[in-house]
């Protein structure tokens, strides 16, 4: 599973560790990636998606119909 939200498009950010003598190494921050399960009533049927916790909160909000929309809007497969 890749670390990309279908939704938002949120993906990992790359800086550096400091340490104390200031020293830098690479890093990754990755965001809180779910895969959940909604009932798509428009389809009648399930569909699988990898979204962000935000992203879970916006589809509360605008409902999954919507969430859908702009996904495929974005170029995903749904």
């Not at 950010?13 to 921050?29: A, E, P």
């Not at 009648?44 to 605008?62: G, M, P, Q, W």
Request: charged letters at 30%.
């Amino acid at each position: 599973m890749s670390a990309h939200c279908q939704l938002t498009g949120v993906k990992p950010v790359f800086g550096n560790y400091v340490s104390h003598s200031h020293r830098r190494t690479r890093r990754r921050w990755n965001p809180n990636i779910q895969q959940r399960r909604y009932w798509l009533p428009s389809e009648d049927r399930f569909v699988k998606l990898t979204v962000s916790t935000r992203a879970i909160k916006t589809i509360d909000k605008i409902g999954v119909e919507a969430a859908v929309v702009r996904i495929r809007a974005r170029g995903e497969r749904v």
